[in-house]
Every structure is written in C-alpha cells, then in structure tokens.
C-alpha cells in the first residue's frame, strides 16, 4: 500500500521552501542540532518522518531526520501537524510564548467514564458487607450493595474492593501527575489547576487528553495569529 504523504512529498517540499523560519527550528528544535542554523530545507516527507538538509554557519551542510510521533493517519493530517510542531519548536526555543489557559472545561467523556467506574465498583467491586463511609449507618450501606454482593457471589467475577481501588489509584494518580505538569507550564490559576488535577484523579485520561487538546489548539492559534 502506498505512502498517502510520500505520494505528496515533492509539492509539500516546494512548499515549504515559503517557511524557511519553520523549517529552521525544526532543525533545530527536533533535530537537536547546536550551533548557527542558516538554511533549510525539507527534501522529503512520508508517514513516519520528514528529512531536512540543513547548513551552518560553519559552511557545514548536515542532514536530519524527524519523525511523526504518531505517524500521520494521511495527507489531511500533515497541515495541522506541522503547525503544532512549528508552535513546539518555537515555544521550545524561546521564540513564542506558552499558551495559558485560563478555564476549566470538563470533557462530554467525563460522563460515560463515570457512569462506567460506578458500574464496575459497584457490580464487581463492591466494599464488603458491615463497611460504613461517612455517616451513613452500616444498615444502610448493606442494603444499597446487597444486589452487588448477590451479583459477585453468583458470578464470581471482580475484584475485591482494596485492590481495585488500589489499582484505580495508582493509575488515575500517574495521569493527575501528567495533568498537574501540563498545568505548571500552560494553565494559569491555582482554581483552574486543582479542578483539572482533581477531575484527572476522578475521570482519568479523557481530562488530561482533553487539556492536552486545548493546549495543542491555542499552539496553533498562536502561530497562526504570527502569520
């Protein structure tokens, strides 16, 4: 099956010899190479990497390859890639600001992901019979699981309530970690960072994907407001 960017790749080099600047910090920024970058060019594109010749102020011409990290799903997806990569480089090297967000917006996701946690925990992993939370009496506690226990004791299935609680935190804590290192760079307010953080210990992936999205999409809008 054939490469739908490499099919491309003569007219998007063409291209982007009009962004000499982009294909710079490319070069730079990805390519991890030190020193004066003059020039540069993109001799070819696939799927999985672009090649960029480049030449130093030395006189040194060198060439370098970037990869797509994931690979581009097709031709569509090279433009709004290499923008977010162009706003990448550019923050990386000092030349754009971060983007800030300022809101709390909860993904649609958020409600099929607890609707799905709270079936789980509660069909499968329920807490054992005499347990109590808060205030509510024991009695009460029993019979709202009872069905649950009835459930689990038939089937046999889940785990039991430690582990997978254990297990749920564990997980949900790493992605919060990941949450709260996205928000020390691009969020701005302490409000706006601890719902993100506490949501993420909840919900799990779809808030941090999410926040990484909105980032994502203000990189681009910065670029493109450059332009």
Not at 34 to 43: H, I, K, R, W, Y
Not at 96 to 119: E, S
Not at 133 to 142: A, E, K, N, R, V
Request: net charge positive.
């Amino acid at each position: 099956m054939s490469d739908p960017v490499a099919s491309k790749s003569r007219f998007l080099c063409m291209y982007m010899k009009n962004h000499p600047d982009t294909l710079v910090a490319y070069v730079k920024y990805f390519g991890k190479v030190e020193g004066n970058v003059l020039t540069a060019e993109m001799s070819s594109i696939d799927s999985k990497c672009m090649t960029l010749v480049y030449k130093l102020k030395s006189g040194q011409s060198n060439t370098t390859r970037v990869s797509f990290d994931p690979p581009l799903s097709g031709y569509e997806d090279v433009k709004p890639r290499l923008l977010s990569m162009k706003a990448e480089a550019q923050e990386g090297l000092g030349m754009l600001k971060a983007p800030q967000i300022t809101t709390f917006q909860i993904p649609r996701t958020t409600a099929i992901v607890g609707i799905a946690l709270f079936t789980y925990f509660y069909f499968l992993s329920p807490p054992p019979p005499g347990t109590t939370f808060l205030s509510i009496p024991i009695t009460t506690m029993d019979a709202f699981f009872s069905p649950a226990h009835a459930f689990r004791n038939t089937t046999g299935l889940g785990l039991s309530f430690q582990t997978a609680c254990a297990i749920f935190c564990t997980a949900h804590g790493a992605e919060a970690l990941y949450t709260w290192s996205l928000c020390r760079h691009y969020v701005k307010g302490a409000i706006v960072t601890a719902a993100y953080v506490g949501c993420t210990m909840i919900f799990g992936y779809p808030v941090c994907m999410d926040l990484k999205r909105r980032i994502q999409q203000k990189r681009i809008e910065s670029v493109m407001k450059v332009e």
